[in-house]
C-alpha cells in the first residue's frame, strides 16, 4: 500500500481522503472482524495522514470508553463519558474537531505533544460502539474536510465489519 500522499503529494486534501477511502474499502473488503478493521484502519491512517501523532480507537464498554487498537504512544486506557474530547464526542454522538486542546475545557493529556484533535463517533444503527480518535502536534491540524473525510471512513469500516460489543 502507497499512502496517498506519498503516491501524490499535491492532492488536494479531499482528494486525499477520496483515495485513503479507497485504500481502507480495499484493505477491509472480505474481512468482518471488528479488531482487526480497527487495527488495519489506526495503522493506514497513521501512514497515511500526515502530521498525526496518535490515530486509533476506543471502544464503549460498560459505560465508558476503553482503548482500543492504535497507533502512536501508549494512550490513556479508559475515558469517562463526557470527559475529555473523546468522552464529549461519545456523548453527544457527533464529530468534534479542537483547533487547540489546551483551549478545550477537561482536554486529557494522554500525549503532552498534542495540540490538536479531532473525534468521530462510531455509531450503528442507534448504538454507539467507539470513536475514532485523531491526534496531531501542530495546532489546528484538522478541519471540516478531515472530519467528513474521517466520517466516511468510519462508516467504511462500520459497514465492512461484524460489531460484537
Excluded at 501523532?53 to 469517562?80: M, S, T
Aim: one cysteine or more.
Amino acid at each position: 500500500m502507497i499512502p496517498p500522499s506519498a503516491a501524490n503529494p499535491a492532492s488536494s486534501k479531499p482528494e486525499l481522503y477520496l483515495e485513503l477511502q479507497s485504500q481502507v474499502s480495499a484493505v477491509l473488503a472480505g474481512e468482518r472482524d471488528f479488531i482487526a478493521n480497527l487495527a488495519n484502519t489506526s495503522a493506514m491512517l497513521f501512514a497515511s495522514l500526515p502530521q498525526l501523532n496518535w490515530a486509533g480507537f476506543y471502544l464503549f464498554r460498560q459505560d465508558q470508553l476503553v482503548l482500543g487498537p492504535f497507533q502512536g504512544k501508549p494512550a490513556c486506557v479508559r475515558i469517562a463519558m463526557g470527559r475529555g474530547v473523546c468522552g464529549t464526542a461519545a456523548r453527544r454522538r457527533e464529530t468534534i474537531v479542537v483547533p487547540d486542546v489546551h483551549a478545550f475545557p477537561g482536554h486529557i493529556a494522554c500525549d503532552a505533544a498534542s495540540r490538536s484533535e479531532i473525534v468521530v463517533p462510531l455509531i450503528t444503527g442507534e448504538k454507539l460502539v467507539g470513536v475514532m480518535d485523531l491526534d496531531s502536534p501542530v495546532v489546528g491540524r484538522f478541519d471540516e474536510v478531515d472530519a467528513r473525510g474521517l466520517e466516511a471512513i468510519a462508516a467504511i469500516v462500520l459497514a465492512a465489519s461484524v460489531v460484537v460489543m
